[in-house]
């Protein structure tokens, strides 16, 4: 039997359990697609009124990207593919139709170097407002059945071939006993099928597309020009190297090494910067994780034979250096995606590494107590002792299985890094629209947040109908700072647009506002409204 704590422990693995529960739930909830690459800003802002219509869309990330769909929907409903024409990189610069008019969708998805898909939906209108066409929006949304796939897939790919080829590499380090090459065999095929399928949904998601399109090409194309596709191509041959190399002890060494540089080639960690050093880091940590998880299973099974004490004496003189290797890039790795604001590490990403080390700490106490407690005796062949630790060993199988399956939710998740440099990104624009009978504007604050601004602003007669006046006079006041109102003088540009350059905002909240519009010679009007500054 096993002593009270690990009786405890294992009863608390439902525990472990319901949290997994809880994080995947709120991982496949719908939500927009989320990925490394953030949105920094676009332009036009979203819901912004033109007068004329925009040579180009900008999208400006924080990291490169490359389209994958570009598509521009009208008022007549027909959308217009715009990917051909756009150019990737950090701002993404898509030409602009000249003859749209109305309101106008762009729905987007892009593809980070990291692997992941980002979308959105970008609305704004020319000259007037006619409606957005039906579910623009909701089409930048991802799907949770196939989020739920998704993870399942990377997740079984994980524990597949992380099990499958690790039991490989340990038979060609210390022998396996022939009842463990069924299961290891068997979970090299299933990694290598999910890692199959995985590429297929990854395209999916990629492109927005339903399973149907699973029969097609697209999905599997779009899924291989990501920087999964090598990874993928790696971890199906590694998992074909450690198959036709059963009797090649050299065959496990590759397989596992083929398997290091393919985690290496995409992901949140690997993409991160400085990726000289961020990839060798990937790749320390998923050989060192591939030879101490691919001990488990044919450890266990060792236990319950005579002749297990050599394998275990191999495998208790190795593992410390595995584990100083994965404990070095782990903390590598978490303080690189971490970043170095704590207030973003409670982020979803922070939340499923924090549940990882939770549980790892459990494994690393259980192992330890392997080592000290149990090994020494069962290699001098006490049964009682090699049963312990046969059980034990597979109470740590279950806790890593845990944490593998807890590593698939990263691909859904924007590490904390990239967190913060959407928090540095200037404020997004805020627009407010106002006016009388006589006359109407749209007036547009850049960044909509204190400190310098641009001011840009459209005006209309009172039919929404763009006017041409002679000038235009900004005032602003704030009562609740008791600043009194200033005004500064509008230039017109050659889009039509006036506006007021390099102006000072001290305050957050509501600022009253108000246009002095000299229409003629002889006329003027005065129109006011409020903006909010969040």
């Given at each position: 039997m096993l002593p009270p704590a690990l009786a405890a422990l294992r009863r608390g693995l439902s525990g472990?359990?319901?949290?997994?529960?809880?994080?995947?739930?709120?991982?496949?909830?719908?939500?927009?697609?989320?990925?490394?690459?953030?949105?920094?800003?676009?332009?036009?802002?979203?819901?912004?009124?033109?007068?004329?219509?925009?040579?180009?869309?900008?999208?400006?990330?924080?990291?490169?990207?490359?389209?994958?769909?570009?598509?521009?929907?009208?008022?007549?409903?027909?959308a217009l593919d715009l990917t051909s024409g756009a150019s990737g990189g950090a701002e993404l610069r898509i030409p602009f139709p000249p003859d749209r008019n109305g309101t106008q969708v762009l729905s987007w998805r892009v593809v980070s170097d990291d692997g992941h898909p980002i979308a959105g939906a970008l609305l704004f209108s020319i000259g007037e407002?006619?409606?957005?066409?039906?579910?623009?929006?909701?089409?930048?949304?991802?799907?949770?059945?196939?989020?739920?796939?998704?993870?399942?897939?990377?997740?079984?790919t994980l524990i597949g071939l992380t099990l499958g080829i690790g039991g490989a590499l340990f038979r060609a380090f210390a022998g396996t006993p022939p009842e463990a090459e069924a299961p290891i065999r068997l979970l090299t095929l299933i990694g290598m099928a999910a890692s199959a399928a995985f590429l297929g949904l990854h395209g999916l998601d990629a492109l927005g597309l339903g399973f149907s399109a699973l029969a097609s090409r697209a999905p599997w194309a779009a899924g291989w020009s990501t920087s999964f596709g090598p990874t993928v191509a790696l971890g199906i041959l590694a998992g074909a190297v450690a198959l036709a190399g059963r009797r090649r002890p050299a065959?496990?060494?590759?397989?596992?090494?083929?398997?290091?540089?393919?985690?290496?080639?995409?992901?949140?960690?690997?993409?991160?910067?400085?990726?000289?050093?961020?990839?060798?880091?990937?790749?320390?940590?998923?050989?060192?994780?591939?030879?101490?998880?691919?001990?488990?299973?044919?450890?266990?099974?060792?236990?319950?034979?005579?002749?297990?004490?050599?394998?275990?004496?191999?495998?208790?003189?190795?593992?410390?250096?595995?584990?100083?290797l994965l404990a070095g890039t782990g903390f590598g790795l978490a303080a690189i995606q971490l970043g170095p604001d704590p207030a973003l590490w409670t982020s979803p990403y922070g939340l499923i590494l924090a549940a990882k080390l939770a549980i790892l700490a459990l494994v690393f106490a259980l192992a330890a107590w392997n080592r000290l407690a149990l090994t020494r005796p069962a290699l001098a062949g006490e049964a009682r002792a090699a049963a312990r630790l046969g059980?034990?060993?597979?109470?740590?199988?279950?806790?890593?299985?845990?944490?593998?399956?807890?590593?698939?939710?990263?691909?859904?998740?924007?590490?904390?890094?990239?967190?913060?440099?959407?928090?540095?990104?200037?404020?997004?624009?805020?627009?407010?629209?106002?006016?009388?009978?006589?006359?109407?504007?749209?007036?547009?604050?850049?960044?909509?947040?204190?400190?310098?601004?641009?001011?840009?602003?459209?005006?209309?007669?009172?039919?929404?109908?763009?006017?041409?006046?002679?000038?235009?006079?900004?005032?602003?006041?704030?009562?609740?700072?008791?600043?009194?109102?200033?005004?500064?003088?509008?230039?017109?540009?050659?889009?039509?647009?006036?506006r007021v350059e390099k102006l000072i905002l001290p305050h957050r909240g509501t600022w009253s506002l108000d246009l002095e519009i000299r229409l003629t010679r002889f006329k003027r009007v005065r129109i006011a409204g409020e903006i909010v500054i969040p």
């Open positions: 472990w359990l319901s949290l997994l529960a809880f994080l995947l739930a709120s991982l496949l909830a719908p939500a927009a697609a989320q990925a490394h690459a953030m949105l920094l800003s676009t332009s036009p802002a979203d819901e912004a009124l033109l007068r004329t219509p925009p040579p180009h869309l900008i999208l400006k990330f924080n990291e490169p990207v490359r389209p994958l769909s570009l598509r521009l929907t009208g008022q007549e409903g027909a407002i006619t409606g957005a066409a039906s579910g623009a929006r909701e089409a930048a949304r991802a799907d949770p059945a196939l989020r739920g796939a998704i993870w399942a897939a990377r997740a079984l065959a496990g060494w590759l397989a596992a090494g083929l398997l290091a540089l393919g985690a290496a080639a995409s992901g949140h960690a690997a993409a991160a910067a400085p990726q000289a050093l961020t990839r060798p880091l990937v790749a320390g940590h998923a050989l060192a994780l591939t030879f101490w998880l691919g001990a488990l299973i044919p450890l266990a099974l060792w236990m319950r034979r005579e002749d297990g004490a050599l394998a275990l004496g191999r495998f208790s003189g190795a593992i410390p250096w595995a584990v100083v059980r034990s060993i597979r109470l740590e199988t279950g806790l890593v299985l845990l944490v593998l399956a807890l590593a698939a939710g990263w691909r859904f998740t924007p590490p904390p890094r990239a967190l913060a440099d959407l928090a540095a990104a200037p404020a997004p624009a805020v627009t407010t629209h106002f006016g009388t009978g006589e006359a109407m504007a749209d007036v547009t604050f850049t960044p909509g947040s204190p400190g310098q601004i641009g001011v840009e602003i459209l005006p209309y007669d009172g039919e929404m109908i763009p006017a041409e006046p002679l000038g235009i006079t900004l005032g602003l006041a704030h009562e609740g700072h008791g600043l009194n109102r200033r005004t500064w003088t509008a230039e017109r540009g050659e889009d039509g647009l006036w």
